[in-house]
């Protein structure tokens, strides 16, 4: 028997308000993680938390069968100094739920929940079901998705619930920061230098500045490189031994984490090393049945620039949810109470083409 999913979508927008009167900062998610306990102990599906992480398998789980993962995060940024209004206020005006995490991601965390709870009791669908409300998604923490997937059973899809507009992104970039050091000789200002730092880092940045990757995606385009950061010298008469820079580099679903560390090692005028290599860029086939199910309800595809939690996946996943990625880390920030409303009813609509056939 299925939940009617209009009272679905009236306790997702009650839990998406309580969520946002409760601050949960990256890594200080407790209180929110118990609202979500909450949730499953009203609709008496049993669950797991794991820190402040919360996860449950739909009833009719079968170690036989492939497994979807429905995620989504309850932690948020700090709020900016721009706000107006409270972000921990969450008041309705014009159709609009402002208040911190409405749009990044409350509303897809609740939708998602809300999708879940419609399934949980439904028999003979081709996936099991998993849904999981994770923490220390902004801060890329060690405690969040990440820490759960050798607990888990297998996945073999994922839906990520993040602002698309409920279209599909069936591709993200992925993310290597570089720590760069440029070398010279340091020395009193007063005295001739052939060899300072600084100078030498005009060169280095035009390098960075023209460098392209050959490799283009058809979805998410070109690899992009930034320089970020830039930081050299302590006092006006001392020439620096050293610059340092930070290089952001936004990798495409050509290469691996690893392939762009060792061609940028190899290659760099300077002296790099990676922060990490573990956030790749991730994609499903966009003949995917899961796509395939969201594309013949109208929704269109594209790739995003954007990290998401999809980076600790190694199984082909989507990135779908209600909201606008535009108002993320905004101030005021808000989601329109339909578009809450429409993702549930999107969610439920597309996994029915997905689990069912």
Known sequence: MRTDQNLLIKKAIGLLQELIATPSFSSEEDMTAQLLENWF??????????????????????????????????????PNGAYTKDPFDPQITDGKLFGLGSNDAGGCLVSLIATFTYFYESENLNHNIIIAATAEEESSGGKGLNSLLSILPKIDVAIVGEPTQMNLAIAEKGLVIFDAIVNGTP????????????????????????????????????????????????QHNVVPANVNLVIDVR?????????????????????????SLRLNSSSIDKNHLLVRSGVALGRSTYGSPTLSDQATLSCPSLKLGPGDSTRSHTADEYIYIKEIEEGINLYIKILDGFLTN
């Open 187 to 234: 020395s009193h200002a007063a005295h001739p230098n052939y060899n300072n730092a600084i100078y030498n880092t005009i060169e280095v940045l035009e390098w960075f500045k023209n460098y392209r990757f050959p490799k283009t995606s058809e979805v998410l385009g070109e690899v992009k490189l930034t320089v970020t950061q830039i930081n050299g010298g302590s």
């Open 251 to 275: 990798v495409n679903d050509r290469y691996n984490n690893k392939e762009i560390a060792d061609m940028l090692s190899r290659e760099a005028p300077c002296e790099l090393k990676p922060r």
């Open 41 to 78: 102990h009203e609709f008496d599906i049993p669950y797991t938390r794991v820190n402040n992480n919360v996860f449950a398998f739909n009833k009719c789980f079968d170690k036989a069968k492939p497994t979807l993962l429905l995620n989504s995060h309850h932690d948020t940024v700090k």
